[in-house]
């Protein structure tokens, strides 16, 4: 069995920092892509940003500059750097991977989802 597991959510003020964490456990082979995603209120999930597991990065527009996406393949563990923080970041943030189960075996994972809440 395969779980993520998201930390870091919380409130901060309008142009303050804060920092996601997701590890990866269970009977792991490989991971591959990990991503980070969001859903406010009222509104589809969208892609936040994606690391492939060469370290190779994508962002969503709304958040160049300011969010970095990292992961420590060791941990199996994947970070979202959230910087200069707008009242539209609110929403839950939820993280992703593909994992290889074996070597034949490929399925695509979801955290819990963790609040992060920018308001004054």
């Known amino acids: 069995q395969v779980q993520l597991v998201e930390s870091g959510g919380g409130l901060v003020q309008p142009g303050g920092s804060l920092r996601v964490s997701c590890a990866a456990s269970?009977?792991?082979?490989?991971?591959?892509?990990m991503g980070w995603y969001r859903q406010a209120p009222g509104k589809q999930r969208e892609l936040v940003a994606t690391?492939?597991?060469?370290?190779?990065?994508n962002y969503a527009d709304s958040v160049k500059g300011r969010f970095t996406i990292s992961r420590d393949n060791a941990k199996n563990t994947v970070y979202l750097q959230m910087n200069s923080l707008k009242p539209e970041d609110t929403a839950v943030y939820y993280c992703?991977?593909?994992?290889?189960?074996?070597?034949?075996?490929?399925?695509?994972?979801w955290g819990q989802g963790t609040q992060v809440t920018v308001s004054s």
């Open positions: 269970g009977s792991i082979f490989s991971i591959n892509a």
């Open positions: 690391i492939t597991s060469g370290g190779r990065t």
């Open positions: 992703n991977a593909d994992i290889d189960l074996t070597l034949i075996s490929r399925r695509t994972y």
